[in-house]
Nanobody
Framework: QVQLVESGGGLVQPGGSLRLSCAAS????????MDWYRQAPGKQRELVAR???????NYVDSVKGRFTISRDNAKNTVYLQMNSLKPEDTAVYYC???????????????WGQGTQVTVSS
């Protein structure tokens, strides 16, 4: 069993910053991909940022230059540093991991519970 626990959301004024964290626990043998998604009211869930096991990163165009994804392999944790936040960044943010599970074959995906980010004055 693998669990992801998120933290760090909240209310921030436009132009402010927040740092999200997502830590995985359980019978993990490898973590291949760590993603941050978000879903705003009435909109589809979208991939915001990705970091691979090799350290490659990708961002949706709307957050490039403002958000930074990073990972701590020793802690099985991914972070999303969000700067220069805008009202349109308001959404529930979810982490998603693709992992290998001890004593099993294949890759599995797990999702965090979601954390609300609200950008408003």
């Amino acid at each position: 069993q693998v669990q992801l626990v998120e933290s760090g959301g909240g209310l921030v004024q436009p132009g402010g910053s927040l740092r999200l964290s997502c830590a995985a626990s359980g019978s993990i043998s490898s973590i291949y991909v760590m993603d941050w998604y978000r879903q705003a009211p009435g909109k589809q869930r979208e991939l915001v940022a990705r970091v691979t096991s090799g350290g490659s990163t990708n961002y949706v165009d709307s957050v490039k230059g403002r958000f930074t994804i990073s990972r701590d392999n020793a802690k099985n944790t991914v972070y999303l540093q969000m700067n220069s936040l805008k009202p349109e960044d308001t959404a529930v943010y979810y982490c998603r991991f693709e992992v290998g599970v001890t004593s099993t074959a294949g890759r599995y995906q797990y999702w965090g519970q979601g954390t609300q980010v609200t950008v408003s004055s």
